[in-house]
């Protein structure tokens, strides 16, 4: 069910959150043997929320009973969080990320913690102490990552909602893979508060979920201003959901001429196509635009981004949170060999890379620099903002890619955040819809890209061409040999 079905029969009465509760398990029982998108997952601790939100006689939140699965990167008192990662193995923090604060003031349910890629550092959710998650679609493919669990878990229909965090494409990239919805917001919409730092410049929390209407009512609950995250933006946060539906027509929509050319899959590139028709079709006017800087978007990123993560992991010494090698005989031994043990080998690779550029004599020629394209690449998008309302690009260059094909060469596996990549260098928010199937039955995902803090221009464009298209009420077949 989506958050809107089941909130209805909430109302009807026909079901109650431990009802509910009990068919998650089912879900979770049917599913996990296959695809393993949670890294912890207890039904007692679910069962007892549910209790809870049975007893309590207050006002009902805006997301009462609606079970939501938190990516394993976000704070969650008590229970333990490990960014999927031997370093954290023991920890439990002691606080909520605000965005867990606000999940529960809203009534939701914690479903449980999606696995991902090692500290949010990949495309393919492989690089976790649990093991990969596998693609509800195709189990002999990836889920796309970071947020692969996240994303999984929604397209498997184990929750109608998860949360997913974004650095260079981490929620969309996933979501377009699983055939699902999901949003990076602008930069500061959401507080970062909780959230286990990869790259602090580039990071966002955000939503993922089947339809549009239930992405922007996850939005409305987690956005806003939090004095406990210094780049939390002080705006207002409209009703998403009463403008949703206002409509499209003469929206100014840009194509970027440098996304369409050589290294996008056939498939994609088909699937793409049609959707513009249909929003041709809708009122919507589309025009060629150009990002000339779209080149430089991943080098840039690949020294911003492993740069900020190598300053921030350093917090990991054994001394403070989750695995401390326990023989060690003086202080030196005991970082390297809780950082060599804790760490697997693409956290090591970007904390090398990310110290080399942060190293005396080579600052200014990577990080400097890097930091001045970003600026370049930003004004690509503000030049464009200048003509049209919002652009449409696919999210990924591929549909879904095989399990361990892309684990020996880092570089193809960059890649596939060409699209993505650059929307966080500039802070904007971009949002992927689902937008049809290749001929191997692969989703595909068409990114809205919009101007800083307009996330409902996404919301309605997306939801328009949603209506139109029908791709969300497609669901992946349960796997053979399931127990129910
Ligand atoms: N795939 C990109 C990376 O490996 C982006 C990850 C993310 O958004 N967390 O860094």
């Not at 679910?46 to 049975?54: S, V």
């Not at 002080?234 to 539906?245: M, R």
């Not at 892309?406 to 992927?432: H, R």
């Not at 068409?446 to 969300?472: D, K, M, S, T």
Request: glycine letters at 10%; a neutral charge.
């Amino acid at each position: 069910m989506t958050v809107f079905e089941l909130q209805q029969m909430y109302r009807q009465g026909k079901t109650g959150p431990s009802e509910v509760v009990r068919e998650l398990v089912k879900k979770v029982e049917v599913w996990e043997p296959a695809i393993h998108s949670l890294a912890w997952f207890d039904p007692e601790w679910l069962t007892r929320q549910a209790a809870a939100l049975e007893k309590g006689t207050g006002p009902k939140g805006p997301l009462w009973g609606v079970p939501v699965v938190v990516k394993d990167n976000i704070c969650v008192e008590g229970v333990p969080v490990t960014c999927a990662s031997r370093i954290l193995k023991g920890f439990r923090p002691p606080y909520n990320a605000t965005v867990i604060e606000r999940l529960q003031s809203a009534g939701a349910l914690l479903a449980g913690m999606a696995n991902m890629d090692e500290f949010a550092f990949g495309s393919s959710c492989e690089h976790s102490c649990y093991g990969p998650t596998r693609n509800p679609w195709d189990l002999s493919r990836v889920p796309g990552g970071s947020s692969g669990g996240s994303a999984a878990s929604v397209a498997a229909s184990i929750a109608p909602l998860a949360l997913g965090s974004d650095t260079g494409g981490s929620i969309r990239q996933p979501a377009s893979f699983c055939g699902v919805v999901g949003l990076k917001p602008t930069y500061g919409r959401v507080s970062r508060y909780g959230l286990i730092a990869f790259a602090s410049s580039l990071d966002q929390i955000g939503p993922l979920a089947r339809t549009v209407e239930d992405a922007a009512l996850l939005s409305q609950v987690i956005f806003g201003f939090d004095q406990r995250d210094s780049t939390s933006g002080d705006l207002p946060v409209p009703d998403y959901l009463q403008q949703i539906k206002t409509g499209v027509k003469g929206l100014k929509v840009g194509l970027p001429k440098e996304c369409f050319g050589k290294g996008l899959d056939a498939g994609v590139k088909t699937e793409l196509e049609k959707a513009f028709e249909q929003c041709r079709a809708l009122g919507i006017e589309l025009r060629e635009i150009s990002l000339p800087r779209t080149d430089y978007a991943i080098p840039t990123y690949y020294v911003l981004a492993t740069a900020e993560a190598s300053s921030n992991l350093a917090r990991f010494d054994g001394v403070q949170y989750g695995y401390r090698f326990p023989n060690a005989s003086n202080l030196m031994e005991l970082y390297a060999k809780t950082r060599g043990e804790g760490f697997g080998p693409e956290v090591k690779r970007r904390i090398i890379l990310g110290t080399f550029v942060l190293s005396s004599g080579y600052y200014d020629a990577y990080y400097g620099h890097a930091l001045k394209v970003r600026t370049l690449i930003k004004e690509d998008f503000d030049r464009a903002f200048e003509q049209v309302d919002c652009i449409l690009t696919p999210t990924a260059p591929t549909p879904a890619f095989r399990l361990g094909e892309k684990l020996q060469d880092p570089l193809t596996m960059y890649l596939s955040d060409i699209f993505t990549i650059s929307i966080n260098l500039a802070g904007l928010p971009a949002l992927s819809v689902p937008c049809g199937f290749t001929p191997e039955g692969l989703p595909v995902g068409l990114q809205w890209i919009g101007r800083p803090f307009q996330e409902e221009v996404l919301f309605r464009g997306a939801y328009a061409y949603q209506q139109a298209a029908g791709w969300h009420t497609k669901r992946p077949p349960e796997p053979k040999g399931a127990s129910s």
